[in-house]
């Protein structure tokens, strides 16, 4: 196994151990799914649980809005949160997560946004 496999299995151990430890604790883990405003282009469906288990950090999110429901259109209402600041943060960390060949949330617009909501 070369340096650059061990360094990856490390780092999923690693993610692995620190979502086990983030979420043993019984502390609430909000909505499973979750269905965000989109703008024009039309609603996003959002796996909440799975981005939690994937990533085993909720500040990779929670630094831009709290932990609290409608959090992210209160903040863009009072001007606190830019238009496309999460969508941003998520698109940036899914194509990071494909630079890195490793499985990932959707990268194109239409792959997110729905016309329906939820």
Known sequence: MGNKSKTLALLCLAVLLASVLAFADGQPRGADGMVLEGGDTGW?????????????DCMACHTLFPQKAGSIEVLKAEGKLKKKAVMNNCSKCHRNLVTAGRPSGPTTCKQCHSRKEG
């Open 44 to 56: 996003v469906p959002f796996p909440h649980h799975r981005h939690q288990d994937a990533l085993g």
